[in-house]
């Protein structure tokens, strides 16, 4: 690829002038359709903004909302009420084909009567550009996703992860302001999703375009993306980095959805050094270095309130003895092992009605294998505690 | 393992011995009968002449231009109603889908002659229509419908437009919507995307309907006997009346196969103008 490091093939040209700001806004996006019975809300008051050249996730359930919010961006629904900014540009009520997006369907939505070559040169054509740039960009581009020698055939000849690449070099061939993807990597087997989502990564690094993907896979919104917006029935619950999103969920919701979230109930005893001290299971303490934002104001006056603590799986450590000072030390008695293969997760009973699932590792030192009805020790530090009002 | 290498073609014995019986047998029958010669009265002799085609082909030859005319015309005529209405119940249908193919259908249960001939009544030069626009001066007193060439092809689109609006059907419905939703978002408006993706992605059915249209509006006599009167004769028409009315076997033999040849040379051309692989091809994606 020596020939393109000075423009890769995504390059907007230099006259287009791109003004400061978002690429992508949404502010009081509202959608309800009329079903049967009554009206659904399918998106619920969305305010978003995608930062230009961000890898931006839209994830949530089924149903919560994220496929509409992006077929608005497309513009394929037009919101019940809200404003949908490309560029700064309001486009709300502007047809599909006239706004500067390109999506990547998750059925590929490949023209089975063309070649590869004439499905990416679509938008080119319709474009009216001039056949040698389109030539050009169109070998330029099925060469970044490294289907060159498959130009000519029909899709329907190519393999599914094929497929996919060329319904991302169709988008990707017209320079759009945003790529959105919906759920492009759904029909394709464990395998070649991992290697495509590393794929999708360097594609979106190398032509430097804004990347709107919406997943229900947490896995894969918290591989590739650098923002996440996890949404739930038609709202955005939280919007952060990976970390942020995994370390610190702002609801319930999201501690929930990402990962597996141990929620614990407790009591908040006092405060030393910067950490709260949380009561958990039969008196044990958990410690917690920051209190959600509406006890924090409170101060002292927190003593006593109840929080439910969230701690994920694999940040706490098991041990039979216990732990020393400085760390959140809850003793229980082992319910349930899962042996999965790299890891060993375990089920462990803490008393006061509460359940902790911990992941270890199964590497070569770490000797204890704890049995069922096992009586054992958790701790963590509480930097890996996060909390939310009960 | 003799057995295992049998079993294929006990398999399909079953539809060889259908072929064999009801088509291979038949077609040869006639095409001997086309090279006999003789009456019915003193019995055909296989004479293996082919001098029957050579008078089909110079008596009729205006009937079978006719034939392919008219049913060339009834086809187009078929294209033009069928494919907006197959595209219609297809896009727009919505969950009643189902309810408007059996509203498209359900005149089809009626006896195909028993239409035919309710439209003569129809179409009758003082009848319900046109009686009511002469009455009130839209039509001059000599306008007739009935007895003329368009009264022939409009009761063949008529009577075969089903054969053209259901393989079209199947196609659309068939067909992913997001490949419009894909083509808007390539930029193309909507006229862009029906040239460039409904209509390509539904040339196959197109071809289908064709093929089950053009070949029998071509063959038909019943149109042509009811509504063209006499001077619209098809040679489905000079067929029937050669084999039923003079019983000169040969002659209706061999008018059959030069039909049948003339269709045959037609589809080929047809389906090579629209490029056999995109009309053979079945779009599952």
């Given at each position: 690829?020596?020939?393109?490091?000075?423009t890769?093939?995504?390059?907007?040209?230099a006259?287009?002038?791109v003004?400061?700001?978002?690429a992508?806004?949404?502010?009081?996006?509202?959608?309800?359709?009329?079903?049967?019975?009554?009206?659904?809300?399918?998106?619920d008051g969305?305010?978003?903004?995608?930062?230009?050249?961000?890898?931006?996730s839209?994830?949530?359930p089924?149903?919560?909302?994220k496929?509409?919010?992006?077929?608005?961006?497309?513009?394929?629904e037009?919101?019940?009420?809200?404003?949908?900014r490309?560029?700064?540009?309001?486009?709300?009520?502007?047809p599909?084909?006239?706004?500067d997006?390109?999506?990547?369907?998750?059925?590929?939505a490949?023209?089975?009567?063309?070649?590869?070559?004439?499905?990416?040169?679509?938008?080119?054509?319709?474009?009216?550009?001039?056949?040698?740039?389109?030539?050009?960009?169109v070998?330029?581009?099925?060469?970044?996703?490294?289907?060159?020698?498959?130009?000519?055939?029909r899709?329907?000849?190519?393999?599914?992860?094929q497929?996919?690449?060329?319904?991302?070099?169709?988008a990707?061939?017209?320079?759009p302001a945003?790529?959105?993807?919906?759920e492009?990597?759904?029909?394709?087997?464990?395998?070649?999703?991992?290697?495509?989502?590393?794929?999708?990564?360097?594609?979106?690094?190398?032509?430097?375009?804004t990347?709107?993907?919406?997943?229900?896979?947490q896995?894969?919104?918290?591989?590739?993306?650098?923002?996440?917006?996890?949404?739930?029935?038609?709202?955005?619950?939280?919007l952060?980095?990976?970390?942020?999103?995994?370390?610190r969920?702002?609801?319930?919701?999201?501690?929930?959805?990402?990962?597996t979230?141990?929620?614990?109930?407790?009591?908040v005893?006092?405060?030393?050094?910067?950490?709260?001290?949380?009561?958990?299971?039969?008196?044990?303490?958990?410690?917690?270095?920051?209190?959600?934002?509406?006890?924090?104001?409170?101060?002292?006056?927190?003593?006593?309130?109840?929080v439910?603590?969230?701690?994920?799986?694999?940040?706490?450590?098991?041990?039979?003895e216990?732990?020393?000072?400085?760390?959140?030390?809850?003793?229980?008695?082992?319910?349930?092992?899962?042996y999965?293969?790299?890891?060993?997760?375990?089920?462990?009973?803490?008393?006061?009605?509460?359940?902790?699932?911990?992941?270890?590792?199964?590497?070569?030192?770490?000797?204890?294998?704890?049995?069922?009805?096992?009586?054992?020790?958790?701790?963590?530090?509480?930097?890996?505690?996060?909390?939310?009002?009960? | 393992?003799?057995?295992?290498?049998?079993?294929?073609?006990?398999?399909?014995?079953?539809?060889?011995?259908?072929?064999?019986?009801?088509?291979?047998?038949?077609?040869?029958?006639?095409?001997?009968l086309?090279?006999?010669?003789?009456?019915?009265?003193?019995?055909?002799?296989?004479?293996?002449?082919?001098g029957?085609?050579?008078?089909?082909?110079?008596?009729?030859?205006?009937?079978?231009?006719?034939?392919?005319?008219?049913?060339?015309?009834?086809?187009?005529v078929?294209?033009?109603?069928?494919?907006?209405?197959?595209?219609?119940?297809?896009?727009?249908?919505?969950?009643?889908?189902?309810?408007?193919?059996?509203?498209?259908?359900?005149?089809?249960?009626?006896?195909?002659?028993?239409?035919?001939i309710?439209?003569?009544?129809?179409?009758?030069?003082n009848?319900?229509?046109?009686?009511?626009?002469?009455?009130?001066?839209?039509?001059?007193?000599?306008?007739?419908?009935?007895?003329?060439?368009?009264?022939?092809?409009?009761?063949?689109?008529?009577?075969?437009?089903?054969?053209?609006?259901?393989?079209?059907?199947?196609?659309?419905?068939?067909?992913?919507?997001?490949?419009?939703?894909?083509?808007?978002?390539?930029?193309?408006?909507?006229?862009?995307?029906?040239?460039?993706?409904?209509?390509?992605?539904?040339?196959?059915?197109?071809?289908?309907?064709?093929?089950?249209?053009?070949?029998?509006?071509?063959?038909?006599?019943?149109?042509?006997?009811?509504?063209?009167?006499?001077?619209?004769?098809?040679?489905?028409?000079?067929?029937?009346t050669?084999?039923?009315?003079?019983?000169n076997?040969?002659?209706?033999?061999?008018i059959?196969?030069?039909?049948?040849?003339?269709?045959?040379v037609?589809?080929?051309?047809?389906?090579?103008?629209?490029?056999?692989?995109?009309?053979?091809?079945?779009?599952?994606?």
């Open positions: 690829m020596a020939s393109t490091s000075t890769a093939p995504g390059t907007p040209a006259d287009t002038a003004p400061p700001g978002p992508i806004s949404l502010e009081g996006v509202f959608k309800s359709f009329r079903s049967g019975s009554g009206t659904v809300h399918a998106v969305v305010d978003l903004g995608v930062e230009r050249g961000e890898f931006f839209l994830l949530g089924s149903g919560c909302g496929t509409t919010t992006m077929r608005m961006i497309a513009g394929f037009e919101p019940t009420a809200g404003v949908v490309l560029n700064g540009r309001d486009v709300t009520g502007v599909a084909n006239r706004r997006v390109n999506m990547v369907f998750q059925s590929y490949l023209f089975p009567h063309m070649s590869v070559a004439d499905n990416v040169a679509f938008g080119l054509r319709r474009r009216r550009v001039a056949k040698d740039e389109i030539r050009r960009r070998g330029e581009m099925l060469e970044l996703v490294e289907l060159g020698h498959r130009a000519g055939h899709p329907s000849r190519l393999s599914g992860g497929q996919q690449r060329v319904a991302l070099a169709r990707l061939v017209n320079r945003a790529l959105l993807l919906d492009p990597l759904g029909a394709l087997d464990l395998k070649l999703r991992q290697t495509m989502q590393v794929e999708l990564k360097r594609i979106q690094r190398e032509v430097g375009i990347f709107v993907y919406v997943t229900h896979d896995g894969e919104a918290l591989t590739m993306s650098d923002r996440i917006a996890v949404m739930n029935n038609g709202r955005v619950e939280q952060g980095t990976p970390a942020q999103v995994y370390e969920p702002a609801t319930r919701f999201v501690a929930d959805f990402i990962g979230g141990n929620l614990v109930r407790g009591t005893r006092g405060e030393s050094g910067g950490v709260w001290r949380v009561e958990v299971g039969d008196g044990a303490t958990a410690l917690l270095a920051e209190l959600p934002a509406a006890l924090a104001s409170q101060g002292s006056g927190a003593v006593g309130s109840e439910d603590l969230i701690v994920r799986p694999e940040k706490i450590r098991l041990g039979t216990a732990p020393g000072d400085g760390v959140s030390a809850v003793p229980g008695t082992v319910a349930e092992t899962v999965t293969g790299a890891a060993t997760h375990y089920q462990v009973d803490i008393g006061g009605g509460g359940t902790v699932t911990v992941h270890l590792q199964n590497s070569s030192d770490s000797a204890l294998a704890a049995d069922r009805g096992d009586r054992v020790w958790l701790s963590w530090p509480a930097r890996h505690s996060a909390a939310l009002p009960a | 393992m003799r057995n295992r290498k049998l079993t294929p073609y006990v398999l399909v014995l079953p539809a060889w011995t259908w072929l064999a019986l009801f088509f291979v047998v038949p077609i040869g029958g006639m095409l001997s086309s090279l006999t010669t003789g009456n019915v009265i003193t019995g055909f002799q296989q004479t293996f002449a082919v029957n085609y050579a008078d089909a082909v110079g008596t009729y030859w205006e009937q079978i231009l006719r034939s392919l005319l008219y049913g060339g015309c009834a086809t187009l078929c294209i033009a109603v069928g494919y907006p209405v197959a595209y219609w119940i297809a896009f727009r249908g919505g969950a009643y889908k189902s309810t408007y193919l059996l509203l498209l259908l359900l005149p089809f249960f009626v006896s195909f002659v028993l239409r035919t309710s439209w003569r009544f129809f179409l009758s030069d009848g319900v229509v046109l009686g009511t626009f002469k009455d009130l001066g839209l039509l001059p007193d000599g306008f007739a419908v009935l007895n003329t060439a368009p009264a022939v092809v409009l009761g063949l689109a008529y009577n075969f437009l089903p054969f053209m609006v259901l393989p079209i059907y199947a196609v659309l419905e068939r067909m992913d919507p997001h490949l419009v939703e894909a083509s808007h978002d390539l930029y193309a408006n909507r006229v862009r995307a029906f040239v460039h993706v409904v209509l390509p992605v539904s040339l196959p059915g197109v071809f289908a309907g064709v093929l089950m249209t053009f070949i029998p509006t071509s063959a038909d006599y019943v149109n042509a006997s009811v509504l063209g009167g006499t001077h619209n004769t098809m040679i489905g028409n000079v067929i029937q050669q084999y039923l009315v003079n019983n076997y040969p002659i209706a033999a061999s059959t196969f030069v039909l049948m040849g003339l269709l045959l037609g589809i080929f051309s047809y389906a090579r103008a629209l490029g056999t692989e995109r009309v053979m091809e079945v779009h599952t994606s």
